[in-house]
């Protein structure tokens, strides 16, 4: 069992900066995929971004593309995400996942971790 913690969420301005990070109780955490999902109001969870175990292989949604990236530190058994450029489209609650396998890892089912997430709100 792999329990994920995410922090560092907020309140920010349009145009502002946020780090997210999500701590990882596993010291098998080197092994796994990880990623980062949100979901908006009224709207279904959706990818965000992705690492490879390595930290050296990353994806990312267009939407975030350029201003979000996503980070590891497998020593700290942690993850980031840090956010620049904040719109208020990037409003939603973020959550951390693990997949054991890189296969689809743009596909939620194949996570088989969740954090609680946290929330990131962007006014105009």
């Known amino acids: 069992q792999v329990q994920l913690v995410e922090s560092g969420g907020g309140l920010v301005q349009a145009g502002d900066s946020l780090r997210l990070s999500c701590a990882a109780s596993?010291?098998?955490?080197?092994?796994?995929?990880m990623g980062w999902f949100r979901q908006a109001p009224g709207k279904e969870r959706e990818f965000v971004a992705t690492?490879?175990?390595?930290?050296?292989?990353?994806v990312y949604a267009d939407s975030v593309k350029g201003r979000f990236t996503i980070s590891r530190e497998n020593a700290k058994n942690s993850v980031y995400l840090q956010m620049n450029s904040l719109k208020p489209d990037d409003t939603a609650v973020y959550y951390c996942?693990?997949?054991?396998?890189?296969?689809?890892?743009?596909?939620?089912?194949?996570?088989?971790?969740w954090g609680q997430g946290t929330r990131v709100t962007v006014s105009s």
């Open positions: 996942a693990a997949a054991p396998t890189g296969r689809a890892v743009l596909i939620q089912a194949n996570y088989n971790y």
């Open positions: 690492i490879a175990p390595s930290g050296i292989n990353t």
């Open positions: 596993t010291r098998t955490f080197s092994t796994y995929f």
